[in-house]
């Protein structure tokens, strides 16, 4: 079969984008599920797809507290799936294993305690051969569901979650392994062969200009019938000033110039939590960057001169010289910010973000290079209520002390994409293929 | 001359907050000089008279590294005086001791190097005395300046600055030695002889009432000639949609309706990190809230009952039996929004709260009783700008990870509140005077 | 070929360490070269045997700093072989890959800089396949030395070194595996298929008895042309006052009979950290002892009453009844030394402990059950010197903050035991094998 | 009166060692209830006038969990009478403050709870005119017994056992506020006008010369009727081998050679848990060693050169330059083994120093210039058993992880001196007087 186009074919992002806030007529509860069922074939097979040239071993690990092996990634899918769908809806469904509910609830207190997070990669077992029988066990209940016909409204949507989650996991999973690897002195490479695409591959730079907005009464977040995050909603009306907004990412080579002109080492531009990081972890670059003694194993050295020549990069595919047009990732939101500042800009809110990607044309796609820090902490939304059920965990209870992303990465799958889409972590947190995009007022 | 009014007086709050948005003709450089001449006297003594009643000892000791010695706090507020305004605009001014703005600089890199925050307590020299020496030598020079006459606008502006971070410190120097004391086994009082008000003074409540707002574009921020901070500004418009706020704040003895029902064991009404700090710290009840075994020294037993009666609380007056009317205080984020999800409403938006402070009357004061935490982030107002110079650390590089509060307390200085004012802390913080008020969709 | 008799064949135990002792024509180096050919094949293999039926993610974690993966452990005493004696003293020999100096470096500082001790569990890559290839590897080398014929005795010395290390590791490898298996919910069982003996086999256990030594100058450390340690050199004299050993070690019962008398609520009994460990860790029973509600998965509860039945012991066979007769082990010297204070008696010193072995007849093995914690530091005997060259790095520079273990456990190969072993560890550690024979004042 | 004698007189050290070693006729309890009288008159005091100059706010804080207030020792030597003297053998005495026992028990476990350690600088409150009526109340009481005649030779011992308590607080008082003055930038002077000596005084150092014993069996601990603490007996017979004794301590000039040789840079010199503080803690020098900037407040840099005038010294009489011939102090014991390595020597153990100290003569005094550091863990004595009731917790509970040092320092309260006196600190301690004096094998 190949790998599944949804989730590496570099499809033309801002049609995509486009698409999901056109209004359709509504489907009927027959045709979403036969859509259902293709969808889930494809994108549970993908996630297996992602990893298969790793190893047990590989799969097994945990490289830090806020990272989960694959394995564990691979059997968490599953356990939403057998919670939420099978055991709830699935008359005479089985667990696999009663004990698997203990061993992959992430965070759902409703379901009582949980193996502890820290501790996810002492699992050797179940091993990688029993939680591949689970996902079989689980896929041939989910395929029994799905090729029955038509499902319940709720059960579409539930399956619907499921697929989403999967896809937000699929990401998760490409950017916890790479941490991993990256502990390891030999800097392997997960070497994805078969992907159409890799962290690498980029089009030429265009130079970057300023895209203005005028501002005004606009409105944010979801609409329509297809699917979205209930943090996306509800839709509401926002006032906005005017802004620009830039035409793309900052690049490697913008990104070097602020390191060069001294940019880790001057206050001026940090938020003061962001610069007692600088100081208490040492940063002198995006997580990543070495300047690397090639003739020494493991070694790292904290970069000194700030040519883009002094750098190396730890990719999906092993150590790479760094591409100067390629979108600067693996930044902090101290660090994008503190970047914004010292290039007299500052970062747009995710209001300004949303609001020009629906006017957004001539340029490069809005999304697609990086995940896109945002000005904007991770509020509800005015009305804001989380779903009903368990599925009330899933996004309302990590509402402070996060920063907002827009957009998405080459790891994120293409069909999971829209602008309307809130991606949320900690200020600090670095190894998500994160990067910046400029605004200031118009 | 007694407690000054400015500091303790119950003033008609409601009153002096609308005044501070009417516009008026504005001051001449030298009226204002006048204005500033006399607040410096007054505010300067407030701070002293403030902890006359304290040890040299008392003054000394640190007990976080988020909190101050009371010494350390006059000398800070000595030193902002003498950097901004006295080094910089008057002409001869020779310093205390130019070892000082290593030793009290706060927070402002732009100034280099300065003394580790968490062991201020260390400094047992210079002395109290010298302290207050310190404070005289500036103030005389202070003085020397204010009564020449007509100062320049920007020197005024300085000044005013001055006097309102001197505000600031006011109430922190009893948050601070609130704190101090409740490490020490034997309770003490800081016993506040002369204040006009204590902590524990309230009129009687009156029921809650919801208070209606029909939402839509509200102006918000500071406008017109008194100062600011530049986190105020700029006054732009917001959307709100329509929305309903409590009439007063909650009391102990709803919240230990709260306690009563299992508020600190079911993850239900928290946030993922609160229930994180409620596990990991133990969290029962607020902070202060003791159920003491009167016979035994030093002895704090976690709360069974969740009877209003189980608990005595550590006051500035020493351990009080819990008023059931007045207003809860010393409440993390997380509690305050436990308590709200509990209750089945929410908390307000910075931007709700103040609205509907433009619009309130014939109810209690908006502010007064407690800090009230907001659902909203500390982030920037559209267009914000921080000073330029030094100042321009004051505000804005604390623009992440916070929330903010509105309102003020009993050791708010009076003329200190605004209902544009802007209080910020991280969620976990529980030492300030901090509660809450309900809100809801309307 | 099955199991090797020198790993787990229950052999006359005490024979075998009198033999050590025992003073022989030295063997010529030729002679010496063929012994340890036929050593090197069997130890060698005896290690893989071990972990056979442990999967690749198995062999893979690591569960804490002190305890490392199996597989490096397979690796690095494959290092100690290849850096010590091949790369020294076999011309020509290739390194089988020049990168796995730094991974599996252990602690030798002479060598420079080495993989991080805590991230061991990161390597995932190389895999246990290209391991298992270096064992091959090494193993060839060594194989074509050995049976060149006669080795020069420093190097059939190294040889020795090497296999004496592997069986140092051997009994790691199943303590470390045992503590990484605990943390899993599961509490899977190791299985070691063939074993003749188990963590449980026990032999009846006979009444204590008294066993007095009259004292005196006795000659202390190892001494004959057998291997041994420089930690147990030079042989010297000490003077002991008559003291008397228990005949065998504290069994389980007892042990519980500690724990039911409330022996880990009672300070009296502790050393100051001991007790400073039982508040902080939470301490109420050896380490792998549950009180667990069967029918929950991942459960462990603190064990409230103190009869025997309401544990249940983690073993490398999984979750198992206690055995009274047995040995309890798995204690600190904390709790070691706790219930010798509390049963009235002493913990013998280690030269106590060896001046009995020597005399010990007509009593059950004094080495086998457990290792047995001794008063005595961790100090260097009168006139040691470490070895020279990187072996100095051993031994000696351990010799500080820890206590001293004599004896040796089912887990220990049985050919590696003689009574001036010593054993050492930090006074918390629990995860060996770790138990305790009573001594007093004659 | 003057600065008490027996602290500060630079008495002839081996004459009053020699002393108390000679069997005497035994006093009877009345002479010895006298001889007390006198005694704790004098001594009581003199822990006043040690720190009589210092502040109420310098004797409050406390620098780090290990160092406590001077205050608190103050009030803890007092209730250390209060508790084994005066309620226990005194009708009708009444506590003080029934409070305090909770506030200044130090570690004892059998009295129940107490404030806790880390905690200590909390305590404004008693203020410091409080501790002191707490001395005067307890001081009256003592008095009245002294002075009443003869009292029980178990009253006398209580009482000889207070006393001796607090010259042990006398030298912490010294090395507790010298930690904690060093923590302020600026460098106070703690100033001991009256002081016949000061930290710095020293007479001309002789070249160093080797000591032989010719090692045999040797009595050690403490015999005879004079005071002594339990951890000193029983006296016993050792086995020594011959060895050699370096005629006087190691000096500041040797140490900076250690030092210039990169001693702090050689793994080869450290124990392993040594060099992890070497690196973790960036040592480079000893403490109190400073590479001044002397135009900055508050500047501490690594040293670079390891010449001795690059350094300057911080010491009870604030910053000084370190004299060459003075003996090194301020050392961990992982430093002081590696400065004995580096010089091919290695450090003496207890019992090599305590039999060298009995036939001692023609060199300088064994003890009088620092602590000395010895290569003994600190373990029970054969037959040590602790004193019976609360005095049991005095010693033998520390006797874990910690060395023995030997000697005294200018800080020692001179009477307190004898050559089998034990003191003892973890090896990482830094903040005594404490050197090494280097031994070899003969």
């Not at 993908?46 to 989960?68: G, K, N, T, Y």
């Not at 029955?148 to 896809?167: D, T, Y």
């Not at 062969?193 to 265009?206: N, Y």
């Not at 809005?366 to 989380?386: F, M, N, V």
Request: with cysteine; aromatic share 12%; hydrophobic share 35%.
């Amino acid at each position: 079969m190949g790998m599944p186009k949804s989730v590496n074919r570099p499809e033309p992002l801002l049609r995509v984008l486009k698409a999901t806030s056109r209004s359709a007529a509504r489907p009927t509860d027959a045709e979403t599920t036969a859509a259902l069922a293709h969808k889930y074939r494809t994108l549970r097979g993908a996630s297996l797809q992602l990893v298969d040239h790793l190893s047990p071993e590989d799969q097994c690990i945990q490289s830090m507290a806020d990272s989960s092996p694959i394995k564990w990634h691979l059997a968490h899918t599953t356990w939403f799936f057998e919670t939420l769908v099978l055991k709830a809806h699935l008359p005479g469904y089985r667990d696999f294993d009663p004990r698997f509910g203990y061993l992959f609830n992430s965070y759902y207190e409703a379901l009582g305690s949980r193996h502890a997070r820290p501790q996810r990669g002492m699992l050797t077992r179940p091993s990688l051969a029993e939680v591949n029988a689970y996902r079989e066990h689980v896929d041939r209940a989910a395929h029994s569901m799905l090729d029955r016909g038509s499902l319940s409204s709720e059960v579409n949507w539930l399956i619907e979650l499921g697929l989403n989650h999967e896809q937000q996991h699929q990401e998760l999973m490409l950017t916890d392994i790479k941490h991993a690897f990256w502990l390891n002195p030999l800097r392997p490479a997960v070497r994805m062969p078969g992907c159409g695409r890799s962290e690498a591959s980029k089009a030429p730079t265009s130079p970057m200009t300023w895209q203005r907005s005028l501002g005004g009464v606009r409105q944010i977040g979801h609409h329509g019938n297809a699917f979205a995050f209930d943090n996306e909603t509800p839709r509401h009306a926002v006032l906005l000033q005017p802004f620009s907004l830039a035409s793309r990412l900052v690049t490697n080579a913008e990104y070097v110039d602020f390191i060069r002109d001294g940019g880790y080492r001057d206050p001026r531009w940090w938020l003061s939590d962001g610069w007692g990081c600088v100081q208490s972890q040492g940063w002198t670059a995006p997580l990543y960057w070495e300047v690397v003694d090639e003739g020494r194993v493991g070694g790292r050295a904290s970069a000194p001169g700030g040519r883009i020549d002094d750098y190396r990069i730890f990719t999906l595919d092993g150590m790479r010289d760094p591409d100067p047009d390629q979108a600067v990732t693996h930044l902090s939101y101290y660090e994008a910010s503190a970047f914004a500042s010292w290039a007299g800009a500052r970062l747009p809110t995710e209001f300004e973000w949303e609001a020009a990607a629906e006017s957004w044309s001539g340029v490069e796609p809005i999304c697609a290079d990086a995940w896109q820090w945002t000005r904007s902490s991770y509020d509800p939304y005015p009305g804001y209520k989380p779903w009903a059920g368990l599925a009330g965990e899933y996004n309302g209870k990590f509402m402070v002390g996060q920063q907002v992303l827009r957009g998405g990465s080459f790891a994120t799958p293409s069909g999971h994409l829209r602008i309307t889409y809130r991606n949320f972590f900690p200020p600090g947190a670095r190894w998500q293929f994160s990067g910046l995009r400029l605004a200031r007022d118009a």
